[in-house]
């Protein structure tokens, strides 16, 4: 089991930049993957980016290019550097630990909400 704390969401204007971060209560060495999902309102959850523990990433379609996720396992964190946010990017922001490839194990903090408006 692992416990996952998100931060760094806010307000920013179209255009602006967040660094989301999210702290693991453990190594994240052994977790095969963590990510980051997103749910805005009247919106189903979505996955915006993961990052395995061998460096393999994935992003959303909408987010490519823009967005960034790295891990730093010295820290038992991940980031996700979002540049270029757009008032669509609006959402409750949740970090996520899936804990093996072969079966849903998963983890999630509680959430941080970022807003783009201007």
């Known amino acids: 089991q692992v416990q996952l704390v998100e931060s760094g969401g806010g307000l920013v204007q179209p255009g602006g930049s967040l660094r989301l971060s999210c702290t693991a209560s453990?190594?994240?060495?052994?977790?095969?993957?963590m990510g980051w999902y997103r749910q805005a309102p009247g919106k189903q959850r979505e996955l915006v980016a993961t990052?395995?523990?061998?460096?393999?990433?994935n992003y959303l379609d909408s987010v490519k290019g823009r967005f960034t996720i790295s891990r730093d396992n010295d820290k038992n964190a991940v980031y996700l550097q979002m540049n270029s946010l757009k008032p669509e990017d609006t959402a409750v922001y949740y970090c996520?630990?899936?804990?093996?490839?072969?079966?849903?194990?998963?983890?999630w903090g509680q959430g941080t909400q970022v807003t783009v408006s201007s």
């Open positions: 453990r190594n994240i060495d052994s977790i095969y993957a």
């Open positions: 996520n630990a899936d804990l093996t490839m072969w079966y849903a194990d998963d983890y």
């Open positions: 990052i395995t523990n061998g460096g393999v990433t």
